[in-house]
């Protein structure tokens, strides 16, 4: 069974600082994409950052220069260190781990955690 639990989130001040972990288990961590969605109230769901079994980057260009995304695949964990954050920053925060199987590809969530930026 696959999960992905999130940590880390919580109220800052703007131009604050939060580091959100995602601790997975039951897939093959490794050869994964990983990457952090979000949702802020009455919007739709977006990317913010991705990165693939390789290392290679991706984030949205409103939080570009801003935040970090990286891996340990020993502890099969993804990071995003968010910082100057922004009260637009506000939402809940997932984790989405998909992999291969075949051709298909598979998605699994975390349950979000939530993100409060106060200005």
């Known amino acids: 069974q696959v999960q992905l639990v999130e940590s880390g989130g919580g109220l800052v001040q703007a131009g604050g600082s939060l580091r959100l972990s995602c601790a997975a288990s039951?897939?093959?961590?490794?050869?994964?994409?990983m990457a952090w969605y979000r949702q802020a109230p009455g919007k739709q769901r977006e990317l913010v950052a991705g990165?693939?079994?390789?290392?290679?980057?991706n984030y949205a260009d409103s939080v570009k220069g801003r935040f970090t995304i990286s891996r340990d695949n020993a502890k099969n964990t993804v990071y995003l260190q968010m910082n100057s954050l922004k009260p637009e920053d506000t939402a809940v925060y997932s984790c989405?781990?998909?992999?291969?199987?075949?051709?298909?590809?598979?998605?699994?969530w975390g349950q979000g955690t939530q993100v409060t930026v106060s200005s």
């Open positions: 989405a781990a998909t992999t291969q199987l075949g051709f298909r590809n598979l998605q699994y």
């Open positions: 039951g897939v093959t961590f490794s050869s994964s994409t």
């Open positions: 990165i693939l079994s390789g290392g290679y980057t």
